[in-house]
């Protein structure tokens, strides 16, 4: 037994420096990204770029799993009510990206205290076919166990690409306000009132939380030794030398 023990571990090991060096040379960690940039949307012609402070988790809210469909109906010029960075196609788990990430979309409107807009990279999850809304944010489901796979696999894609995207920018996935759902960011006065993706876990019995998925960013992360950064009081970001994402920071 030693010896696979001994073999396992170095697979291990090997695939955990693999991950490290394709992450530090800006490939993304774990998950597939399909570039499929919204040209014709009026946000993406209309060209603003934002500093990226957080990244904004949200879900589509109607039964639509696939992320191709979702492209191809935003990508038109008449389509100017909205435009994210990102759908997670709930079949493959692919993420197809639909803005540059620094991009400003049009995924959350605001609230009180201004945008998500402004400072938030928003991306879908898409939902099971086997959903129906009955009002607002509630539904029955007709096929629950296939309903959550699907939400289990747009979950773990989000997971690899808010990891991912961490690294890219910067961002500490457990500082206050860096990664949000949509609600959340109702609640913290920066975006519409929508219930995503909570309502999502809640209603098909998940037990998923925003707080989990950001340990599991955090966690991520770890796992490939990846340094996190922490936000100054005046704007600026250090480089934290500690490693151990919950620790400090
Ligand atoms: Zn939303």
Redesign the pocket.
């Known amino acids: 037994m030693a010896w696979q023990m001994a073999c396992l571990l170095a697979v291990i090991l090997l695939s955990g420096c693999q991950g490290m060096r394709d992450v530090k040379r800006g490939k993304p960690l774990d998950v597939v990204i399909k570039p499929s940039i919204l040209e014709k949307n009026p946000c993406y012609k209309a060209g603003r770029k934002i500093e990226v402070k957080g990244l904004?988790l949200?879900?589509?809210?109607c039964p639509a799993p696939s992320g191709e469909r979702w492209v191809k109906s935003w990508n038109r010029e008449d389509y100017g009510r909205a435009c994210v960075h990102g759908f997670i196609d709930a079949h493959t788990g692919v993420v197809y990206q639909t803005l540059p990430w620094d991009h400003r979309g049009w995924?959350?409107a605001s609230g009180p205290k201004g945008s998500g807009n402004n400072a938030h990279i928003?991306v879908?999850m898409c939902e099971s076919q086997f959903l129906k809304y009955t009002h607002g944010a509630t539904f029955t489901c007709s096929n629950e166990e296939a309903s959550r796979e699907m939400a289990l696999r747009t979950y773990r894609s989000a997971v690899n690409l808010f990891a991912y995207l961490c690294h890219q920018y910067h961002l500490n996935p457990l500082e206050e306000g860096v990664i949000v759902s949509?609600a959340e960011g109702n609640k913290r006065g920066i975006?519409s009132a929508?219930a995503?993706?909570e309502h999502l876990w809640r209603q098909l019995k998940m037990p998923l939380t925003m707080d989990g998925f950001r340990k599991e960013v955090a966690a991520k992360l770890r796992l490939y030794n990846l340094p996190f950064w922490k936000r100054l009081d005046d704007g600026r970001k250090a480089r934290h030398v500690i490693r151990h994402y919950g620790t400090r920071g």
């Open positions: 904004m949200h879900s589509v809210g995924h959350c928003g879908e949509h975006a929508h995503d993706p």
